[in-house]
């Protein structure tokens, strides 16, 4: 069994920076996969981006692709999302999920993800 704890969410303005952290605990963490999604209230959960076990692969939605950066730390069991130019329609709850699989590619897929953390809130004011 693996936990998944989000951090990192807040209320920021337009045009800022927060990082989320996801940190795993239970397993041995590093290997992995990693996705990080979003849900804003009506919508349908959105993929944001992931991470393969290795750190070696990253994807991203289109809604992430330019602006944001993923990465992991696994001497510290953290996988990071980093988002730069926060927009208001990017507020929402953001979620990580993780899948143990060693395969190369990014998962991007919700369904394909085995552990999912409750979530941080993200609020992008204009």
């Known amino acids: 069994q693996v936990h998944l704890t989000e951090s990192g969410g807040g209320s920021v303005q337009a045009g800022e920076s927060l990082r989320l952290s996801c940190t795993t605990s239970?397993?041995?963490?590093?290997?992995?996969?990693v996705g990080w999604f979003r849900q804003a209230p009506g919508k349908d959960r959105e993929f944001v981006g992931g991470?393969?076990?290795?750190?070696?692969?990253?994807y991203y939605g289109d809604s992430a692709r330019g602006r944001w950066t993923i990465s992991r730390e696994d001497t510290k069991n953290t996988v990071y999302l980093q988002m730069n130019s926060l927009k208001p329609q990017d507020t929402a709850t953001y979620y990580c999920?993780?899948?143990?699989?060693?395969?190369?590619?990014?998962?991007?897929?919700?369904?394909?993800?085995?552990?999912w953390g409750q979530g941080t809130q993200v609020t992008v004011s204009s």
């Open positions: 999920a993780a899948k143990n699989t060693r395969g190369s590619s990014v998962l991007t897929i919700g369904g394909a993800y085995d552990f």
């Open positions: 239970g397993q041995r963490s590093s290997y992995y996969a």
């Open positions: 991470i393969n076990w290795a750190g070696s692969n990253t």
